[in-house]
C-alpha cells in the first residue's frame, strides 16, 4: 500500500512537505518552512506528525525556502538519512541553509534585547550549526538521471525552469508496478529570459501540480517597458526605488532586466546595490552554472558580469548597507527577502516608506499575511520590528517577472500530457487560485482533481 500524506502547501503556498510511504519506506518530498499568517508560522514549531528518524530520504524539488527552509530543523530533530537534490539545488541549500540559521539566531537576539516577543527567552527554529550538518545530508542527482532508494522507488529529477536547479520530481513505486508520481515542484514559465522553459511530462499516474497563479494571468511581457517607466519616475523625483527580491532567483532577473535597460539606455544610469550577501554569492553560481540557464544566456558562459550593471555594488557589511540605507541620493536597491518578512530588505523600507519620492517595487507572489501583500493591498501603515512604519512611498508590483507559471502556463504545460494522470492534487496555493485553476482543468481538459487539505492522507 502507497500513502500520501500533505504535511504543507495544500490550500496555502508555503510549507511544502509532501509523506510518501511505500513498501515500508517512508520518505519525504520537499522539506519547506510555513510563512507569512502567523497560524501558518506557528506550524512550523509543532512537531511534525512523523518522527523526522523514521524517514528514510528527503527529496528535494528546489531551493527556495518554502521547498527547504525545514530541512535544519529536521536534521536537529533526528533525521539520518539522504537528501536528494540537483547539483544547482545543492549549491544554492549551501549559501541559503546556513544563512537561514544565521537569521534566525540573529532574529531571536534582536526579539531578546529589544523584547519584541512574548517568548522569554526567544529561541530559534534552527542554528547555523544545524543548517551546516544538514548540508551534509544532501546527495545531489542531476537530471535526467534515474536513480533507485532503498529498492522501494526510483527518483528522477527534470528541469523545471522555475529556478537554478529547480525540478519535478518523478518516483516511480517499485512494488506498485512501475505506477509513476510527479511532483511538479514550482512550475517556472515559458519563453522567460536567464532560464529555460520547464520541461514537457508527458505522463504520470498521479501528479501534484503547483497552483500559486491558478485564477491570474500575468501581464504580457512589455519589454521592460513599465519597469523602465517605474524607475525613471523615481530617479528624476530624487527617490530610491526598493525592490525586496527573493534572494535566490529573483535577483538574478531583476538584474538582468536593470542591465538590459541601461545597455538600450532605456534608463538613466544609477547605482545598483545588491544588499543580500546571499543574493551576491548566489549570482556567482548562476553564472557558474550557465549551461543549466536559457539558451540566450550561454553565450556569456562563466562570465559573472552577466548579472551586473554599469554602477554595481555588491554590499557586504551590516555597515555599508546602513550608509546606503542613510543616503537619500536616488538609487536601487535590491534586497531580500521578497515578501518582506525578514532580511535587510526591512531596514531599507523602513527607511524609505514614509517619504513620498521613493519607490517599493514587488516582483514576486506575496503570500497571505507578509508585509509584502499589506503593502500592495495599501496599507497605511506597516509594523517593522515592533515599529509602526508611515506608508507614503508609491508601491508597485510587476507581476510579469514572476518566476511562477500563470494560469495559461499551466495549461501549456498540462496539454504536453499524452493521457491525463488518473489524480491530479492542486497544491502550493490560496484556495481562490485553487479553486479557479480545478475549474478550469475540469472544463478544458476533463481530469480528476482533488485540492487536499493539511494533514489529508490519500492512498495511491
Ligand atoms: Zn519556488
Redesign the pocket.
Known amino acids: 500500500m502507497t500513502t500520501l500524506t500533505f504535511l504543507g502547501a495544500a490550500q496555502t503556498v508555503t510549507g511544502s512537505k509532501y509523506f510518501l510511504e511505500t513498501g515500508g519506506r517512508r520518505v519525504l518530498v520537499d522539506c519547506g518552512l510555513f510563512q507569512g499568517l502567523k497560524e501558518l508560522r506557528e506550524r512550523n514549531w509543532q512537531p511534525l506528525p512523523i518522527e523526522p528518524k523514521s524517514l528514510d530520504a528527503v527529496v528535494v524539488t ?1 531551493a ?1 525556502i ?2 527547504t527552509g525545514y530541512l535544519p530543523r529536521l536534521v536537529k530533530d533526528g533525521f539520518k538519512g539522504s537528501i536528494f537534490c540537483t547539483p544547482g539545488t545543492a549549491d544554492l541549500c549551501r549559501i541559503m541553509l546556513p544563512d537561514s540559521g544565521r537569521l534566525a539566531e540573529d532574529d531571536a537576539r534582536e526579539a531578546n534585547r529589544y523584547g519584541y516577543t512574548k517568548h522569554a527567552p526567544a529561541l530559534p527554529l534552527f542554528t547555523e550549526a544545524d543548517a551546516l550538518q544538514t548540508l551534509t545530508h544532501l546527495q545531489p542527482v542531476g537530471y535526467d538521471r534515474p536513480i533507485p532508494i532503498d529498492g522501494a522507488i526510483t527518483l528522477s529529477f527534470a528541469d523545471a525552469g ?2 537554478l536547479g ?1 525540478a519535478f520530481a518523478r518516483i516511480r513505486l517499485e512494488n506498485e508496478a512501475g505506477r509513476e508520481i510527479l511532483f511538479s ?2 512550475l517556472g514559465r515559458f519563453g522567460r529570459p536567464v532560464l529555460p522553459d520547464p520541461t514537457t511530462v508527458e505522463t504520470a499516474d498521479v501528479l501534484l501540480l503547483e497552483s500559486t497563479y491558478g485564477d491570474r494571468t500575468h501581464e504580457a511581457d512589455d519589454d521592460g517597458e513599465r519597469l523602465a517607466g517605474i524607475i525613471k519616475t523615481t530617479v528624476e523625483g530624487g527617490g530610491k526605488l526598493i525592490i525586496p527580491a527573493f534572494a535566490i ?1 529573483r535577483v538574478e532577473e531583476v538584474i538582468y532586466w536593470l542591465k538590459r535597460l541601461e545597455d538600450a539606455h532605456r534608463i538613466p544610469i544609477v547605482p545598483v546595490y545588491v544588499d543580500s550577501p546571499m543574493a551576491v554569492h548566489a549570482l556567482r553560481h548562476y553564472a557558474n552554472h550557465s549551461r543549466d540557464l536559457d539558451p540566450d544566456m550561454q553565450t556569456r558562459r562563466g562570465q559573472v558580469s552577466t548579472f551586473t550593471t554599469r554602477r554595481f555594488t555588491a554590499v557586504g557589511s551590516p555597515q555599508q548597507s546602513k550608509e546606503v540605507q542613510a543616503s537619500s541620493a536616488p538609487c536601487i536597491v535590491v534586497s531580500a527577502s521578497g515578501m518582506a518578512t525578514g532580511g535587510r530588505v526591512l531596514d531599507h523600507l523602513k527607511a524609505v516608506l514614509p517619504k513620498a519620492r521613493n519607490t517599493v517595487l514587488f516582483v514576486g507572489y506575496q503570500a497571505a499575511g507578509t508585509r509584502g501583500r499589506q503593502l500592495i493591498e495599501g496599507a497605511e501603515t506597516v509594523k517593522i520590528h515592533g515599529q509602526l512604519v508611515n506608508v507614503a512611498a508609491r508601491i508597485e508590483r510587476i507581476d510579469s517577472m514572476s ?2 507559471a500563470d494560469a495559461d502556463e499551466i495549461m501549456r504545460w498540462l496539454r504536453g500530457f499524452t493521457r491525463p494522470p488518473e489524480k491530479t492534487y492542486l497544491v502550493h496555493g490560496e484556495p481562490p487560485a485553487q479553486a479557479a485553476l480545478k475549474s478550469r482543468i475540469e472544463a478544458e481538459l476533463g481530469w480528476n482533481l482533488h485540492v487536499p487539505d493539511y494533514l489529508e492522507q490519500v492512498q495511491m
Open positions: 528546489h527556495h518554502d521547498h522555475h529556478l529547480s515542484g514550482d532567483g518566476a511562477h
